[in-house]
């Protein structure tokens, strides 16, 4: 396993105009102990998660413990529950070098002058130091995951948390709150929820980029309230979204869209809607009541406006500070729909 990394950085130096010495000599990292050894040779990768080039995140195990090794992002402030930093071994190193084909981050000259005079051929060579290896890739961070907490099983969820905990210099400025409360989705979120969605949101270049990734998670369960309805009439145990799928592909039936929407806000408690209502309809203040049917429409209005390049619809001018709360009521919002919906939209279909 050692000898293919070192292969890869003697070939990423080819490719800078660099030609290492001795490339057929074998090279490894000394080696740190048995049970470190073990976990180089038999971990069991369960996944991996690829972002950019450079931020990725990979989940193994060896002997009942579980490990994440996440790529590339900036250092937290605060770790998520259920997560605990470990040193970086030969072992987990070789692991996380294997799985994730992380392309080294140092030049040409610095593998050279890293691994170009020692190798198996040199008397005495024992083995490189493991900080001369890792210098020349990006930052990776290893933690011991608890078991006992649900988000752990998933890998997307991790990096998730670790990345709004860690957010620092991303192009948008969201506030303490809101990243606590994204972190906050990716640890106690209900199963269902399209995670995937909300981290891309969350590493967008733009506020309306993560606008429209919430927007999409919820835009999936449009159809819930009138298959309840449908269902209440004509008992079935098919999943929701399979009803949905069938009801489109064979009716060409879909939900409008924002009608479905206030149907699912209607559905919501104050604490959930106040902040809708406040950050998409202030607008509306000297109205008298402003109804889930209002906030729908302003909520779509603004999707509308992001996903149509249409000169009559105009363009969303908000300031980060309204940008920020906008996000917020959507993430309160994507939270609650999915623990009313999630089960039994993705309820396996039975045999």
């Not at 000394?30 to 990768?45: E, P, Q, T």
């Not at 190798?119 to 011991?144: A, M, Q, W």
């Not at 009439?233 to 060409?252: C, G, I, K, Q, V």
């Not at 906030?295 to 406006?305: F, G, L, Q």
Request: charged content about 25%; proline content about 5%.
């Amino acid at each position: 396993m050692s000898q293919q990394i070192f292969e890869r950085l003697i070939t990423h130096a080819s490719e800078n105009g660099v030609v290492i010495p001795s490339p057929e000599q074998a090279r490894w990292i000394r080696r740190l102990n048995d049970a470190d050894a073990s976990l180089m040779a038999k971990a069991d990768v369960l996944e991996h998660q690829q972002i950019t080039r450079q931020i990725r995140a990979i989940q193994f195990e060896h002997d009942a413990v579980r490990y994440f090794a996440v790529l590339g992002i900036g250092e937290a402030e605060s770790l998520p529950d259920g997560l605990v930093p470990t040193e970086l071994t030969p072992g987990t190193l070789t692991v996380v070098l294997e799985q994730s084909d992380i392309q080294p981050s140092a030049k040409g000259l610095e593998i050279l002058e890293a691994i170009g005079g020692l190798h198996g051929g040199v008397d005495g060579f024992e083995g490189y130091e493991l900080s001369d290896i890792t210098r020349l890739y990006p930052s990776i961070d290893i933690f011991k995951a608890d078991q006992n907490y649900e988000y752990t099983k998933n890998v997307v969820r991790v990096l998730g948390a670790l990345t709004a905990r860690s957010y620092v210099d991303g192009p948008i400025a969201p506030s303490g709150t809101t990243l606590n409360k994204v972190s906050e989705v990716f640890q106690s979120g209900p199963e269902h929820v399209p995670f995937e969605s909300v981290l891309q949101g969350m590493l967008s270049i733009s506020w309306g980029g993560f606008f429209l990734e919430l927007y999409r998670a919820i835009e999936q369960l449009y159809a819930v309230p009138r298959l309840t309805t449908l269902v209440e009439a004509w008992p079935t145990s098919l999943p929701y979204r399979s009803l949905a799928d069938l009801l489109e592909s064979h009716l060409a039936w879909r939900p409008k869209e924002d009608d479905a929407l206030a149907k699912i806000i209607a559905e919501c408690d104050d604490t959930v809607v106040t902040p809708l209502r406040k950050s998409f309809s202030a607008h509306r203040d000297g109205e008298r009541e402003i109804t889930a049917e209002k906030v729908a429409a302003d909520i779509y209005k603004v999707r509308n406006s992001l996903v149509h390049f249409r000169a009559a619809l105009g363009t969303v001018q908000r300031t980060n500070e309204e940008w920020d709360d906008m996000i917020s009521a959507m993430l309160g919002l994507v939270k609650d729909v999915y623990q009313r919906h999630g089960d039994r939209f993705n309820q396996e279909l039975k045999a």
